[in-house]
Structure formats: structure tokens, C-alpha cells
């Protein structure tokens, strides 16, 4: 049977405010430093709260894809990561474990990895009134990509997006 997802990530009233993460002088050099390090071709940082989500990507071609397109409603990795939210405050995604069906599922993975995206590990958080998550990937061909990742990485990271949030002085644009 090819059941499709379909979350409502993005609707019409949802406000998408979107940065690209090489804009930020602080968040561009600690992105740099991952990719040598690491090997990293892709990194998010998305926040929800209400009907808005602030949106920060590496890869501003694929963001358009993802979310101007609204493929982010129909992706098994964010379905499992924030349908696994509703019992827990925070859950590990390794893409790689996440069954993608026939269909625009499968469509979804094939297409990302036509942007050198590929082997990620998202983490998922949930908090009182707001969502919150950060995806890393490698190479299509770095099959392990998501050991690399150390968790202080990710724990760095998360307080760097939230930092870069609390000192916009305005909001980034919308999509």
C-alpha cells in the first residue's frame, strides 16, 4: 500500500522567515569549521512557534524546494521525528533509519540527494509552546556521515541558532 504523508508543517497562514546561515558572520564560521571538519554539506536550524517558523539553511536552492514547495509536509524523516515528539521532549533521527515508501517519499529522497544531501541526523525538540529542530548531512557517497557529528556539536549549535534568534533585531525575511 503507498500511504503518502502529509503533515501540516507549512500551511497557507504559516509566516516562514528564512536566513541563510552563510549571512551570519558568527554562524557562517562555525558551519565553515564543521564542513573541513567533518565534512558536512547541509545544516537547518528550524523554530516553531504559533504560525511562524524561523527557517536557517546551508543550502538556500534546496530550502526552496523543501519549503516553498511545502515537500517538508510530505518527508518521512520530519513525520517520525515530530510524531515521536508528541510522547517525548526530544528524539535523534538518523535519516538513513527512516523507511522512505514509494511515492513522493521516495521521490523526496532521491531529489534531495540530487543536492549532495544525504546520511543525516536530525535532532527534534519539543518545548512548552514552541518546536524546535537541527539537521546535519554529508555527501551522498558518505554513507556514515551521521557518526561524525559529535553532541556537544549539536548542543554548541542549538545555542548558537537560539543566540542568533534573540539578537535579530528585526525579523529575517519572509520566504
Not at 79 to 87: E, P, R, V, Y
Not at 117 to 145: L, P, Q
Request: positive net charge; proline residues 4%.
Amino acid at each position: 500500500m503507498d500511504t503518502k504523508i502529509c503533515m501540516n508543517i507549512i500551511t497557507p497562514e504559516t509566516k516562514v522567515y528564512s536566513k541563510i546561515i552563510q549571512e551570519s558572520s558568527s554562524l557562517s564560521r562555525i558551519y565553515r569549521n564543521l564542513s573541513k571538519d567533518t565534512g558536512c554539506t547541509y545544516m537547518t536550524y528550524m523554530l516553531e512557534s504559533e504560525n511562524e517558523i524561523y527557517y536557517y539553511t546551508s543550502n538556500p536552492d534546496w530550502k526552496n524546494e523543501l519549503v516553498k514547495k511545502e515537500l517538508m509536509n510530505h518527508c518521512p524523516i520530519y513525520h517520525n521525528a515530530f510524531l515521536a515528539l508528541k510522547h517525548k521532549e526530544s528524539i535523534v533521527t538518523i535519516w538513513d533509519a527512516v523507511p522512505h515508501r514509494k511515492g513522493i517519499e521516495y521521490d523526496i529522497k532521491d531529489f534531495r540527494s540530487s543536492f549532495n544531501i544525504a546520511h543525516g541526523i536530525g535532532i527534534a525538540i519539543s518545548g512548552k509552546n514552541h518546536r524546535e529542530s537541527i539537521v546535519f548531512a554529508g555527501g551522498k557517497d558518505d554513507e556514515f556521515f551521521y557518526e561524525k557529528i559529535p553532541s556537544k556539536t549539536i548542543t554548541y549549535m542549538l545555542r548558537s541558532f537560539r543566540s542568533e534568534i534573540n539578537q535579530e533585531k528585526y525579523k529575517p525575511p519572509l520566504i
